[in-house]
């Protein structure tokens, strides 16, 4: 087993938004009155695990349609996102070469050659590249996650169905008892890759678990927080769809990277994380 450490380019947050804390309101967490000058930039990261199974991609990042020249482009990212709203919570910016389906292409691999591609939740930087991977046998994520793209209005300016839309993108049941909320989804039935519910930043967020033979493994959590010290010191990020929730999966991310089976426990967007690889 070999995980890739991608990252597909940046995204501009409030720095409210990885470490708020408990206590931080939703607006103070989006930035939407901040100036980017005041702002911070953070990885977005994908993955992309060599498995005896085949080729399984753990999130897209953005689309390139984001940034075509490689730089901040407003128009063509509301364009891209399509929302005005979402421009102003979450800018991002992807160098020549990064988008998640040029760094396939470089190593050879089409998105034919994807046996999976699991979302880990369907938030714009994680879904909206996408278009990328079209071909992939499957792309998957919770059947939780896509039922609660409608369920209010925050929700409707959230997710925008035009990223994943003529993809294919399928639901997963949990098939499993694992994790804070003992809901799990075995992607091949032998412990190798396992989906772990961690709710609480999105109704439908996974962790990706990948596994070898003897036991370690390595622990994607994607947004159940934003770096080491989000489980070291139990904090938070700024925006929760519920409070209560992310904070007992926070504790579990906790539990887990504690392990000392665990080799590396990585946050989507750790500033800390850089590209790399991981032999298990
Ligand atoms: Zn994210």
Not at 39 to 53: F, G, K, N, T
Not at 115 to 127: E, P, R
Not at 190 to 200: E, H, L, N, Q, R
Not at 210 to 223: P, T
Request: charged residues 20%; contains cysteine.
């Amino acid at each position: 087993m070999r995980v890739h450490v991608f990252h597909t380019g940046a995204v501009c947050v409030s720095p409210n938004l990885p470490f708020g804390g408990e206590d931080c309101n939703p607006i103070k967490a989006s930035g939407i009155f901040q100036k980017r000058s005041e702002r911070i930039w953070l990885p977005v990261s994908a993955y992309l695990i060599e498995s005896d199974h085949g080729l399984v991609l753990v999130d897209t990042g953005w689309d390139r349609s984001m940034s075509p020249n490689g730089t901040l482009d407003k128009e063509a990212q509301i364009a891209s996102l399509g929302s005005r709203a979402l421009y102003l919570t979450n800018q991002g910016v992807i160098a020549k070469g990064m988008a998640i389906g040029e760094q396939l292409a470089a190593m050879g691999i089409k998105p034919q050659d994807l046996d999976y591609v699991i979302l880990t939740h369907l938030d714009c930087d994680h879904a909206n590249g996408v278009p990328q991977i079209v071909g992939a046998r499957h792309i998957v994520t919770s059947a939780d996650e896509l039922a609660s793209i409608n369920k209010n209005v925050m929700a409707r300016i959230r997710y925008q169905s035009k990223w994943w839309e003529g993809s294919g993108l399928k639901t997963f049941d949990w098939n499993g008892t694992e994790g804070p909320f003992h809901k799990s989804y075995d992607l091949f039935g032998d412990g190798s890759i396992v989906c772990i519910a961690i709710p609480g930043h999105s109704d439908g967020l996974c962790a990706v678990r990948v596994s070898a033979d003897d036991g370690r493994f390595v622990l994607l959590f994607s947004d159940g927080g934003y770096g080491e010290k989000s489980w070291r010191e139990l904090i938070p990020s700024g925006i929760a769809n519920n409070r209560a929730d992310q904070m007992t999966s926070l504790r579990w991310i906790r539990e887990q990277s504690l392990d000392p089976k665990c080799v590396e426990s990585l946050a989507n967007h750790d500033q800390k994380v850089k590209p790399h690889v991981i032999e298990l």
